[in-house]
Nanobody, 129 residues
Framework: VQLQASGGGLVQAGGSLRLSCAASGRAVKDYAVGWFRQAPGKEREFVSAISASGKTYYVDSVKGRFTISRDNANDEVYLQMDSLKPEDTAVYYC????????????????????????WGQGTLVTVSS
C-alpha cells in the first residue's frame, strides 16, 4: 500500500489549493482516507476524512472552507481548500484506514490517528498573510 500526497504550495490568505492523494494497493472505495496536518511545533491533527461509503467528516475549523472528494476509478482523494488562512499552514498528510469498509460512522473514529495504518509522505501548504 502506498499513498502519494501532492498539491501543496505557497498561497496568499484567501486563496485556494487542491491537494491530491493517490492510493495504490487499496481501493479508496473500500478503505476510508483521511487528511491530517501538522504545523511546526504542534501535534498532527485531523482535518477531514471520507469513509468507504462516501460520508465526509471535517474538523470544525475547516467546515465550509474545505471539501473532500474522491475519484474511485483512479483511486484518488482530493482536498479542495478555499478561503485559506495563515493558520492553515502545515504539512498535510493523507492516510488510509486499516479496516475494510468499516461500519463505523462516528467522527471520533475517523479523526483518530490510530484508525489509519498507512500514511503518505506529506505535502507542505504555506499560507501567507
Amino acid at each position: 500500500v502506498q499513498l502519494q500526497a501532492s498539491g501543496g504550495g505557497l498561497v496568499q490568505a484567501g486563496g485556494s489549493l487542491r491537494l491530491s492523494c493517490a492510493a495504490s494497493g487499496r481501493a479508496v472505495k473500500d478503505y476510508a482516507v483521511g487528511w491530517f496536518r501538522q504545523a511546526p511545533g504542534k501535534e498532527r491533527e485531523f482535518v477531514s476524512a471520507i469513509s468507504a461509503s462516501g460520508k465526509t467528516y471535517y474538523v470544525d475549523s475547516v467546515k465550509g472552507r474545505f471539501t473532500i472528494s474522491r475519484d474511485n476509478a483512479n483511486d484518488e482523494v482530493y482536498l479542495q481548500m478555499d478561503s485559506l488562512k495563515p493558520e492553515d499552514t502545515a504539512v498535510y498528510y493523507c492516510a488510509q484506514d486499516a479496516t475494510f469498509r468499516t461500519s463505523r460512522r462516528d467522527t471520533n473514529y475517523y479523526s483518530a490517528r490510530v484508525t489509519y495504518d498507512f500514511w503518505g509522505q506529506g505535502t507542505l501548504v504555506t499560507v501567507s498573510s
